[in-house]
């Protein structure tokens, strides 16, 4: 496939630091428009992982009609690895990292060494300061916050976070990326916990201490959401497939920039000091095993 056959606006040759649930589901989004995608991991055998992430998740859009192409020809479109230089050829590389500031800012820094001068990086931060980020490197002007969701590839969302030193042209370059991946963008100007984090956080924090109160159980609440505000999916459910731990490191990043209204109630901690981090772990607010 050569770029001419591209959807207008997408690069054809992206990059992401990060092969977990949401780089896998990031570079499987680009895969399925076109894109040659590379995927940087840690080591050989989390590379080797996110190739098997990002194969299969290719195989079940294909399944579904989601994708007009083979596997094969998906796949030699995929290349995993273990070096940032690698990323030397690309065009969009998007930071995929654990939510730590100090992780972000180091593996941020070590991508940006290796890119092209005119080359853009993003990162997948749910609710770090952008222009903090920004501030940590030598080009802030190509840099910006592109906040996909969880799953990525069901997700009709990208936010679109602009840092007070991103250059303008970017924005209108990041809303046709996510125009090209069949998306929509939310654009944004760098906040604590951006718009979508912000909200989506506040009201599940309220629901935690509804439970932890007696107030009603945690399908109830949920239900009361999905059946009287029509949310897709209630707040709590929703904290269970964002994992409680990553819920609680943004809510703990908001009430310290934010105040008390952000302060995560002791079900949520408890919870996570037990291990019952949601889906991933088998328990959270409800039982998926």
């Given at each position: 496939?050569?770029?001419?056959?591209?959807?207008?606006?997408?690069?054809?040759?992206?990059?992401?630091?990060g092969?977990?649930?949401m780089?896998?589901?990031?570079?499987?989004?680009?895969?399925?428009?076109?894109?040659?995608?590379l995927?940087?991991?840690?080591?050989?055998?989390?590379?080797?992982?996110?190739?098997?992430?990002?194969e299969s998740a290719?195989?079940?859009?294909?399944?579904?009609?989601?994708?007009?192409?083979?596997?094969d020809?998906m796949?030699?479109?995929?290349?995993?690895?273990?070096?940032?230089?690698?990323?030397a050829?690309?065009?969009?590389?998007?930071?995929?990292?654990?939510?730590?500031?100090?992780?972000k800012?180091?593996a941020l820094?070590?991508?940006?060494?290796?890119?092209?001068?005119?080359a853009?990086?993003?990162?997948?931060?749910?609710s770090?300061?952008?222009?903090?980020?920004?501030?940590?490197?030598?080009r802030?002007?190509?840099?910006?916050?592109?906040?996909?969701?969880?799953?990525?590839?069901a997700s009709?969302?990208?936010?679109?976070?602009?840092?007070?030193?991103?250059?303008?042209?970017?924005a209108?370059?990041?809303?046709?990326?996510?125009?090209?991946l069949?998306?929509t963008?939310?654009?944004?100007?760098?906040?604590?916990?951006?718009?979508s984090?912000?909200?989506g956080?506040?009201i599940?924090?309220?629901?935690?201490?509804m439970?932890?109160?007696?107030?009603?159980?945690a399908?109830d609440?949920d239900n009361?959401?999905?059946?009287g505000?029509?949310h897709?999916?209630?707040?709590?459910?929703?904290?269970?497939?964002?994992?409680?731990d990553?819920?609680?490191?943004?809510?703990?990043?908001l009430?310290?920039t934010?105040?008390?209204?952000?302060?995560p109630?002791?079900i949520?901690?408890?919870?996570?000091?037990?291990?019952?981090?949601?889906r991933?772990?088998?328990?959270?607010?409800?039982?998926?095993?």
């Open positions: 496939m050569t770029d001419t056959t591209l959807p207008a606006g997408l690069p054809a040759r992206v990059g992401v630091l092969g977990g649930r780089g896998a589901g990031i570079a499987h989004a680009f895969l399925l428009k076109g894109s040659h995608v995927v940087v991991e840690r080591d050989e055998a989390a590379a080797e992982a996110a190739r098997e992430r990002v290719a195989a079940k859009s294909i399944e579904r009609g989601a994708a007009d192409a083979n596997l020809e796949a030699s479109r995929l290349e995993v690895g273990v070096d940032h230089a690698a990323f050829d690309r065009q969009l590389v998007i930071e995929a990292v654990p939510e730590d500031w100090d992780l800012v180091a820094r070590g991508v940006e060494e290796r890119l092209p001068a005119d853009y990086l993003a990162s997948n931060t749910s770090l300061s952008v222009d903090g980020l920004a501030a940590e490197l030598a802030p002007a190509n840099f910006l916050g592109l906040h996909f969701f969880n799953p990525v590839p009709t969302l990208i936010e679109v976070v602009l840092g007070k030193r991103t250059r303008p042209e970017l209108d370059g990041a809303r046709g990326w996510v125009a090209a069949g998306k963008a939310v654009v944004v100007n760098d906040a604590p916990g951006f718009a984090s912000r909200l956080v506040a599940a924090l309220e629901a935690m201490r439970v932890e109160e007696g107030v009603a159980s399908e609440i009361a959401m999905v059946l505000y029509k897709p999916t209630g707040p709590l459910r929703t904290t269970d497939i964002v994992g409680l990553v819920r609680l490191g943004i809510a703990e990043y009430h310290s934010l105040g008390d209204r952000f302060e109630p002791r949520l901690r408890d919870k996570v000091a037990r291990g019952e981090l949601g991933k772990t088998g328990k959270g607010f409800f039982d998926w095993s």
